[in-house]
């Protein structure tokens, strides 16, 4: 990963590059490669660099000599050498070979309606230095993170994280007291929203234009508009998993585009198993693939037999991490500070050190993270189809003594307490909220006395 960070300011004359260097500094370990700073009339633009393609050249921002446009990327688009083949065919003279600048010539071509044409994860700042404006974009399902401030009309900061947002001098770290009740009701903060007053996010498959004019928000991607409302009846279940398998195949595959190592996570699930598959039928028979798995000590559900197995019948070249409760002592702390906000399900100390474990043989993971709510393989979905009655019979009872019982049956009372409320509910969209809460309702009312609740 990359961090990306800028300002425009069309009040006040000239750009701090002291401001900018502080904000790419405060991203330096999304990209430990290289840091650097542009400027241009009202525009500042930083850039922390993680080289994976491109690693000579490519380098951030990036501003060739025969373009009005400037850019900070972070990700990868993944079609970049069919965008660059189109591009060329058009007259297009290139400066480097990654696909920054693939990126980049796109936009050039129709600002906002080149949109629709990149297939990747991203999120990028570009300034057109003729028309003095700004586009920021994120990727269709928001997988690289982009947030912004306005903390006067004239004024745009963004940054990948908020961390570097606050490095400028006329930002302030204040509480989203609203923000707050919605991330314990709801484990996270979503839409445009974050903790922080005043810092927004680009929501996913959204662009944000900022000229002197103001600033507009639009949309490239909607997810809806890409679902079927109703299944597809005329398909057989093999033509169905056919479609599946290619599909999974294809985005595998993309993935591995790099110039520098690619390896994986795996933790002998489903998931992670058939992409360590896939990277295998992608490669030469004698072509190392190095996979990752971690577990935490003394745990009788350790992962990592499982990983072993899939490693040993798949032929990669294995290592473990073994987590320690003195780890979580020592790494909280840090992690915190990467953070910048609650997480819902806190697996960041075993993933940072697995990561430290693979920073020392590749520099990619694909990892299977993500796939068990994109096909519903978490228990909750099988119980949404629990009958009317059985509801009726919970909330009769009351989910503490269900738990109460649950867990003198030998199962876990705080799994069972969130599946008690979540069933009891008597709406559907009850039942949804529920699963991914800490706390009912009146709870959160009686924890934050006088807060609206926010759904």
């Known amino acids: 990963m990359c961090g990306i960070a800028g300002y425009v300011d069309f009040d006040r004359k000239g750009i ?39 690693i000579s050249g490519s380098h951030q921002p990036l501003a060739p000599k025969d373009s009005d446009l400037a850019v900070v990327f972070n990700g990868e688009i993944y079609n970049y050498e069919a965008l660059r083949s ?20 796109q936009i050039e071509s129709d600002w906002t309606k080149a949109m629709p044409a990149l297939d990747g994860m991203y999120a990028f700042a570009i300034w057109d230095r003729r028309a003095e404006r700004l ?44 923000a707050l009740a919605q991330a314990l009701r709801f484990r996270g903060v979503y839409g445009s929203g974050t903790l922080y007053e005043g810092i927004r996010q680009v929501e996913p498959g959204c662009n944000l234009e900022f000229d002197r004019d103001g600033f507009r928000v639009s ?114 702390t840090r992690a915190t500070v990467f953070r910048d906000a609650p997480i819902s399900e806190p697996a960041d100390i075993a993933i940072h050190l697995m990561s430290m474990a693979a920073k020392q043989t590749v520099k990619v993971v694909l990892s299977g993270e993500g796939s068990d709510e994109i096909f519903c393989g978490y228990p909750k979905y099988r119980f949404a189809a629990v009958p009317a009655p ?25 799994r069972s307490l969130i599946a008690a409320r979540a069933l009891s509910g008597v709406t559907e969209l009850e039942r949804l909220v529920q699963w991914f809460s800490y706390f009912e309702r009146h709870e959160l009312q009686t924890l934050l006395p006088g807060l609206d609740w926010s759904p």
């Open 16 to 54: 701090d590059q002291a401001v900018l260097g502080a904000m790419a500094h405060a991203l330096r370990y999304r990209g430990p490669d290289e840091q650097g700073v542009w400027v241009d009339g009202h525009c500042g633009l930083a850039h922390a660099r993680l080289s994976i393609i491109d």
């Open 390 to 414: 059985v509801r009726g019979l919970l909330r009769a009872l009351g989910a503490q003594r269900v738990a109460r019982a649950a867990a003198v049956l030998g199962i876990d009372r705080r």
């Open 219 to 332: 949309q490239h991607y909607r997810l809806l508009d890409q679902v079927s409302p109703k299944p597809d009846q005329s398909k057989s279940e093999a033509t169905l998993v056919a479609q599946g398998r290619s599909l999974l195949e294809s985005a595998v595959r993309k993935r591995l585009i790099a110039d520098v190592p690619v390896g994986a996570f795996l933790s002998g699930g489903l998931d992670s198993s058939l992409i360590v598959a896939l990277i295998r039928a992608a490669r030469a028979p004698g072509e190392t693939t190095h996979t990752f798995s971690v577990g935490f000590e003394g745990d009788p559900s350790s992962e990592l037999p499982y990983a072993r197995a899939v490693a040993d019948a798949l032929g990669t070249c294995h290592a473990e991490v073994v987590v320690r409760a003195a780890d979580y002592a020592s790494l909280l």
């Open 86 to 105: 189109e591009q060329h065919a058009r007259g297009v003279r290139f400066e480097t070979m990654g696909d920054t600048e693939a990126l980049l010539r």
């Open 135 to 178: 586009l920021l974009a994120r990727d269709p399902l928001g997988k690289k993170p982009l947030f912004y401030a306005r903390p006067r009309p004239g004024l745009l900061i963004f940054a990948s994280e908020i961390k570097a947002i606050l490095r400028h001098p006329e930002m302030t770290a204040c509480l989203d007291v609203g």
